[in-house]
């Protein structure tokens, strides 16, 4: 009989530690949404044969390399933490690449090594942790057509509106020439 009592409150701590996890990340991901410091990143074309993978839409970010010395130990999927700025526009801008957390005065992210080129100088390519938007599942072809147009479109500004709190990152929001895909993609299904 000793064991019945031992065994509720133990499966009862079990549950609450496994729904404690989950909580928490979110929870996490909210405090950066409404605490973090929010940058815009210009999004680059991508490939019109990268389909949408499931639901969600592929960025690519203009603002996506910095060259580094020829001799260098960067290494593919290494963690690292970009130092960003903003330009007059307001704009995000590497202003520096580390191999160690930054400090939290600075604006920073998380994110992972690309690759690295070697042609005429060293550059360094940055792998974002924020690089796929996810959308409602009734708007998301629509979605990516707009997205595509807008890129291909010289004179629209498309970018990325990113909250960062120490270096962790959620993508808020896709904007194109300010104003939000997803009531472009509405205002687009009303018609």
Known sequence: MNIKKFVLPVFVLVCLMQL????KMILDKEDVL???KEYKFKTAPVDPNDPFRGKYITLRYDENTIEI???HDWVRGDDIFISLTEDDDGFAKIKSVSKEKLSEKEGFV???VGYITSYTTTELI???PFDRFYMEESKAHDAELTYTE???DTTSVTYA???IKNGDAVLKDVLIDGQSIR???KAKQQK
């Open 20 to 23: 404690s996890v989950p909580a």
């Open 126 to 128: 940055i792998d974002y």
């Open 69 to 71: 010395p020829k001799e």
């Open 161 to 163: 509106l990113v909250n």
């Open 34 to 36: 409404a605490s973090g």
């Open 110 to 112: 998380k994110a992972e």
């Open 183 to 185: 009531e472009i993609v």
């Open 150 to 152: 807008s890129q291909l």
